[in-house]
């Protein structure tokens, strides 16, 4: 016999002794309960009672318990069990059939070692209910018994893969009616829950095995270790079931009714108080109403002063404050050059992609000729701006006014590189 079936037995007889021995047994007493219990696991009486009590379990890779623990059972009878027989495919999607996990269970909880016993791994690497099912010699032999014939044992046990063809669901299962043509399909939507406890094992994994554990403390002295560890934050666990998780399912019953969750939520953009202008800047980036308390002090110059050298000066000093401003934005909008301008996307004129992208950064250190429009650009910023700000209350200005912003603005143009 397979040793993974001895050692099934093994437990099952130590568990009953265990349970079923006073605390302070005869020798008469242990040797009674010895031969009992070795009579209700002999192969001849445990295995018959195994294969009724089959039905009561049923295999599923989606069990409907974990939408609603009651789902299982109503007026109808019993909701059908399912097992998605996905194919694995390199189409990059987490789904059934492209993660390998076990098979869950769902039904009586009394009947939970009839299920171990079939899942029991054989020294071929398939299970006992696959050997069944297939025929094998090892399936015949070990069902082949005096009190029952292997054809009824079988018929028996593979009742828990549920092979009925009529469908039934229950109404306290998650659904979606989905239109089709005239008509509608049914959808139940219904929890994978070999994915589900896979990731808790891969999470446990990488939080409490002994090489993360060493990693950590590694961390904590400051040492160097070889491989790290890896963190995962904002986890949730879930439980299902309450007190009574074997009422969920076999899996939902193994992991104590915990499971973990992963952080769920759309990502935290990065507000931007500065955006990496797509066509302008002096029309995306900077408004001459950031400038607007200079353009009114400027206004107020021009209407309570005269024309003289002071004034001239005081007038020329706005301008080089407003060329400031404009130096500060270019500043901030480099910064973010980097990670926000895309080439293919932009249209910005050659101008303003020397003035301001990293990736001109050596050119403009080196020429001179991208300059002069950048010049006339910020002076003609400021020419506009100004009546933009003061609208009807501004002073029409001349073209020699122009020429003489443009002067004040050549005279800083170093500090546009």
């Given at each position: 016999?397979e040793?993974?079936?001895?050692d099934?037995?093994d437990?099952?007889?130590?568990?009953?002794?265990?349970?079923n021995?006073?605390?302070?047994?005869?020798?008469?007493?242990?040797?009674?309960?010895?031969?009992?219990?070795?009579?209700?696991?002999?192969?001849?009486n445990?295995?018959?009672?195994?294969?009724?009590?089959?039905?009561q379990?049923?295999?599923?890779?989606h069990?409907?318990t974990?939408?609603?623990?009651?789902?299982?059972?109503?007026?109808?009878?019993?909701a059908?069990?399912?097992?998605?027989?996905s194919l694995?495919?390199?189409?990059?999607?987490?789904?059934s059939g492209?993660v390998?996990?076990e098979?869950?269970?769902?039904?009586?909880?009394?009947?939970?070692?009839?299920?171990?016993f079939?899942?029991?791994?054989?020294?071929?690497?398939?299970?006992?209910?696959?050997?069944?099912?297939q025929?094998?010699?090892?399936?015949?032999?070990?069902?082949s018994?005096?009190?029952?014939?292997?054809e009824?044992?079988?018929?028996?046990?593979?009742e828990?893969?549920?092979?009925?063809e009529?469908?039934?669901t229950?109404?306290?299962?998650?659904?979606?009616?989905?239109?089709?043509?005239?008509?509608y399909?049914?959808l139940s939507?219904?929890?994978?829950?070999?994915?589900?406890?896979?990731?808790?094992?891969?999470?446990?994994?990488?939080?409490?095995?002994?090489?993360?554990?060493a990693?950590?403390?590694?961390?904590?002295?400051?040492?160097?270790?070889?491989?790290?560890?890896?963190?995962l934050?904002?986890?949730?666990?879930?439980?299902?079931?309450?007190?009574?998780?074997?009422?969920i399912?076999?899996?939902?019953?193994k992991?104590?009714?915990?499971?973990?969750?992963?952080?769920?939520?759309?990502?935290?953009l990065?507000?931007?108080?500065?955006?990496?202008p797509?066509?302008?800047?002096?029309?995306?980036?900077?408004?001459?109403?950031?400038?607007?308390?200079?353009?009114?002090a400027?206004?107020?110059?021009?209407?309570?002063?005269?024309?003289?050298?002071?004034?001239?000066?005081?007038?020329d000093?706005y301008?080089?404050?407003?060329?400031?401003?404009?130096?500060?934005?270019?500043?901030?909008?480099?910064?973010?050059?980097?990670?926000?301008?895309?080439?293919?996307?932009?249209?910005?004129?050659?101008?303003?992609?020397?003035?301001?992208?990293v990736?001109?950064?050596?050119?403009?250190?080196?020429?001179?000729?991208w300059?002069?429009?950048?010049?006339?650009?910020?002076?003609?910023?400021?020419f506009?701006?100004?009546?933009?700000?003061?609208?009807?209350?501004?002073f029409?200005?001349s073209?020699?006014?122009?020429?003489?912003?443009?002067?004040?603005?050549?005279k800083?143009?170093?500090?546009?590189r």
């Open positions: 016999m040793k993974a079936i001895v099934f037995f437990e099952r007889r130590a568990a009953w002794l265990k349970k021995l006073s605390s302070n047994p005869d020798e008469g007493e242990v040797q009674a309960k010895e031969k009992e219990c070795i009579d209700i696991f002999s192969l001849e445990w295995l018959p009672n195994a294969a009724k009590r089959a039905g379990i049923s295999i599923s890779t069990p409907c974990f939408s609603h623990p009651s789902a299982r059972k109503n007026k109808n009878g019993y059908s069990s399912i097992i998605a027989n694995h495919a390199n189409d990059g999607l987490l789904r492209n390998s996990v098979a869950d269970a769902l039904g009586n909880a009394a009947a939970l070692d009839v299920h171990k079939l899942n029991l791994i054989m020294a071929d690497s398939l299970s006992l209910l696959q050997h069944i099912e025929d094998t010699n090892l399936a015949k032999q070990l069902l018994i005096k009190s029952q014939d292997y009824t044992l079988k018929v028996g046990f593979m828990m893969l549920g092979n009925s009529e469908q039934i229950s109404s306290k299962i998650k659904q979606v009616y989905f239109p089709v043509g005239d008509s399909h049914q939507l219904l929890t994978a829950s070999g994915i589900v406890f896979e990731l808790r094992t891969r999470i446990d994994i990488l939080r409490f095995s002994e090489e993360s554990k990693a950590r403390i590694c961390k904590k002295e400051n040492t160097y270790h070889a491989t790290g560890f890896k963190q934050n904002n986890i949730t666990t879930i439980g299902y079931g309450g007190t009574k998780p074997q009422n399912s076999v899996l939902n019953n992991n104590g009714g915990k499971a973990h969750l992963l952080l769920s939520m759309p990502p935290v990065e507000s931007r108080d500065v955006q990496f797509s066509t302008d800047f002096f029309s995306q980036s900077i408004s001459p109403f950031k400038c607007k308390s200079i353009f009114y400027l206004h107020d110059l021009f209407t309570h002063h005269k024309n003289n050298w002071q004034v001239r000066y005081e007038r000093e301008y080089r404050d407003i060329v400031d401003k404009v130096i500060q934005q270019m500043v901030l909008v480099r910064n973010i050059a980097k990670n926000q301008f895309n080439a293919e996307r932009s249209l910005l004129n050659k101008t303003q992609r020397i003035w301001l992208c990736d001109y950064e050596e050119y403009r250190l080196e020429n001179d000729d300059l002069d429009d950048l010049t006339i650009a910020i002076a003609r910023f400021i506009n701006g100004y009546e933009k700000v003061l609208k009807k209350k501004s029409m200005f073209d020699d006014e122009f020429k003489h912003i443009h002067s004040v603005v050549d800083d143009k170093e500090a546009l």
